[in-house]
Structure formats: structure tokens, C-alpha cells
């Protein structure tokens, strides 16, 4: 469904301060996959995502989408077909709109349309019913300011948004991260069952090795612009944080040493 092949990203470069991002990626998704990224700061996550999504382009290689080579499509082309949540719950939102009129570009994404025009009866009925499965009681708030609700609120919405119109792909960027822990549980557990039910391909970064193995059915693991390990199957379900760590070790190294904390 996805395929990544030979992806180069170079940052600046000819300049003393030429970054190699991604070095000859190669990823590969069937339909219906849900693979966690992880890796240390720097490892090239959160560039594989911009480089998918188009908001960067690539020195080299390809991105094909459910068939569809879009290496050189722009990002609001892509957006057509993938959905993405952030990091920080104030991106993915309009925060000076309500949360009806969000949810309309959301519905209405790669359309053309005028926000007044687009809400009917019919759409804010999907919108309270699909707003209802949030369990936040904003299905009876669609006036409500977006820049009114809290973080969780506001990360919920926005990983509804993005999903919306079912996507081919997702891409959670640590979306969870900036969320107080009871909160970034409910968000996450929200997360599976959109993805569960839509049967949504997904690939999301975190940061926590224990979710990076108890998520999804594959993990794969970065280091200075490359997928050095993957975990699927048996090996995944025997998997522990430690096995993890090895890995990383075993892949790079020592290099690895002083990054775990950074790593859990």
C-alpha cells in the first residue's frame, strides 16, 4: 500500500552544514499494516513523514501510495489520501473556527467548497455521531471555538479529523507526547479503535518503547537516516524493552549508549 524506495533527504546541502536526513530509505506497508517507528532525536522519523506526506521534497527515490507514485505531487495533493496528527494538539486545527466548521474541511478536504455552503443537516448528523464515539461530549458543542478546548480535546478532534474521510495512510507524529498521561492513554485507545475499525494503514513515531511494541503489528527502528531493524511476528510478541535496546546496540553499535534514555 506503501512503498518507500531509495529515499534520500540532504538539508543544506554543499554547505558547512550539510545533514544527510535519510540515507536510501526503503519501507514498505500492506494495507491494513500498523507499524511504530522508533529511534533517537535526529534519527530521521519525523523527516520519513514530511518526506511521505510531501511537505519536503526528495534528493532521490520514489513514494508510491496504494499505486499511486506521488514523489512529485505537493502536500495538498497528498492530503487527498493521507491523514496526519502532530505532536502539538495546536497544529491539524483551525483554532478561530468551530469545531463545525473543522470538521467540514476535514469532510470536505480536496474539494472545492465554501464552509457556509458545505454544512447541511446531513453532514452535522454525521458529525454528532461520529464526534459521540470521542466520549467528550463535544457532539453537543459544534459551535464551540476550537481554541477553547483543552489539549486532549483538541488532539482528539484533530485525530478524528484526520480520519475522517478514511485515508489511505495515517501518520501519527508522536501525537500523544505533549498530552498529560491519563489523557495521552484515553487519546491513544481512541487511536486503536479508529484504526481498528477502518482498518486504516498506519505508521506512527513514539518515543515510549513499551507502546512501540505493544501497538500495531510491526515496529521498525531508525539511526542517522536509516531503518536499521525490524521487529514483526513471534519475534515482535517475545520482544521487551530490553530485546529493543540490544537491538539498537547490536545495529549501531555503541553509539547507542548514550541514547537510551533518550530512546524510552
Known amino acids: 500500500m506503501l512503498t518507500v524506495t531509495n529515499v534520500i533527504k540532504i538539508f543544506n546541502p554543499g554547505t558547512v552544514n550539510e545533514k544527510k536526513a535519510l540515507n536510501g530509505v526503503k519501507l514498505h506497508l500492506k494495507t491494513g499494516d500498523f507499524v511504530t517507528v522508533i529511534g533517537s532525536n535526529g534519527a530521521g522519523k519525523s523527516t520519513l513523514m514530511n518526506i511521505i506526506s510531501g511537505v519536503f521534497p526528495a534528493e532521490q527515490g520514489k513514494i508510491i501510495i496504494d499505486g499511486l507514485d506521488v514523489t512529485c505531487h505537493p502536500e495538498y495533493h497528498r ?47 454525521l458529525f454528532r455521531e461520529k464526534l459521540k464515539l470521542l466520549g467528550l461530549n463535544l457532539e453537543h458543542n459544534l459551535q464551540q471555538k476550537v481554541g477553547l478546548l483543552s489539549g486532549g480535546q483538541r488532539q482528539a478532534l484533530t485525530l478524528l479529523m484526520a480520519t475522517l474521510t478514511k485515508p489511505k495512510l495515517l501518520l501519527l507524529d508522536e501525537h500523544i507526547a505533549a498530552l498529560d498521561p491519563n489523557t495521552a492513554y484515553q487519546v491513544m485507545e481512541l487511536t486503536k479503535q479508529i484504526i481498528k475499525n477502518n482498518q486504516i494503514t498506519t505508521l506512527m513515531i513514539t518515543h515510549d518503547l ?55
Open 210 to 264: 513499551h507502546q512501540a511494541l505493544a501497538v500495531g503489528n510491526r515496529t521498525i527502528m531508525m539511526h542517522e537516516g536509516e531503518i536499521v531493524y525490524e521487529l514483526k511476528g513471534d519475534e515482535r510478541k517475545k520482544a521487551s524493552v530490553s530485546t529493543l535496546l540490544s537491538l539498537f546496540e547490536k545495529a549501531r553499535g555503541r553509539e547507542f549508549s548514550n541514547d537510551r534514555m533518550m530512546l524510552i
Open 79 to 125: 492530503g487527498k489520501i493521507i491523514g496526519r496528527v502532530f505532536q502539538d494538539p495546536m497544529m491539524g486545527t483551525a483554532a478561530g473556527m468551530t469545531i463545525e466548521e473543522n470538521l467540514v474541511l476535514a469532510f470536505r478536504r480536496g474539494q472545492k467548497r465554501s464552509i457556509t455552503k458545505a454544512i447541511k443537516t446531513k453532514d452535522r448528523e
